[in-house]
């Protein structure tokens, strides 16, 4: 699936830092989400988006930054990254009663 | 909010054998149950998904039963082959199609021996 593709793939940084993570899709789906991997904990909503400049929380929304500016990008941002958000972070997008939530390849996050 | 629950943790089976992975759901708003099929260092697939307006659906080895009810759904693989070995996740959708915004089950991890 080309229609969703994240960079970077792999990702260190320390601990403070300000990291990006980016989102590009190319299905025009309305809906953008952010999820995160953790074992033990499955996949997480971050944040979601249902259009270009609406955003809204997920159920682990704290220290993390999204914005819309347009349709097909949903980049995420770690304003002063912590060790607790070592993850693997997944974007991934739909469009209601067209098509169904498809997944980017993630992106392996490690704060030192 | 609503809470999947998915059972069970890990699942080893024997090639041929039949696997059944469960899951229970909270919120009876609920209409929508997808599942996942995650290989290791991949991302999430999507295999099959049931609307609550039908109790079951099938696709060739895999089928999902859907309970609305009781508010739970199963996966279903029969004939298991080493390439079903994968992390599945089951999901249901709290917000009524919202953007088919999912709330995820913790993972089941299928082991299919040769």
């Known amino acids: 699936d080309a229609g969703i593709t994240q960079s970077p793939r792999y990702k260190i940084t320390e601990t403070g830092r300000q990291v990006t993570l980016m989102c590009h899709q190319t299905w025009s789906h309305s809906y953008m989400f952010w999820y995160r991997q953790d074992l033990g904990h499955g996949l997480r909503l971050i944040y979601y988006s249902a259009a270009a400049d609406i955003t809204d929380k997920g159920e682990v929304p704290d220290g993390y930054v999204v914005s819309r500016s347009k349709t097909e990008n949903f980049p995420l941002t770690l304003e002063s990254a912590t060790r607790s958000q070592t993850s693997v972070y997944f974007c991934?997008?739909?469009?209601?009663?067209?098509?169904?939530?498809?997944f980017g390849n993630g992106t392996r996050l490690t704060v030192t | 909010g609503e809470n999947v629950e998915q059972h069970p943790s890990t699942l080893s089976v024997q090639e041929g054998d039949s696997a059944v992975i469960k899951c229970t759901y909270s919120d009876s708003a609920s209409n929508y149950f997808p599942w996942y099929k995650q290989e290791l260092g991949k991302r999430p697939q999507l295999i099959i998904d049931?609307?609550?307006?039908?109790g079951e659906k099938k696709d060739q080895r895999i089928a999902v039963t859907l309970n609305k009810t009781a508010k739970h759904f199963s996966l279903h693989i029969t004939e298991t082959q080493p390439e079903d070995s994968a992390v599945y996740f089951c999901a249901a959708n709290p917000y009524n199609n919202a953007g088919n915004m999912l709330t995820f089950g913790g993972g089941t991890r299928l082991m299919v021996k040769p």
């Open positions: 991934a997008s739909s469009e209601p009663d067209r098509d169904p939530l498809h």
């Open positions: 049931i609307r609550s307006n039908v």
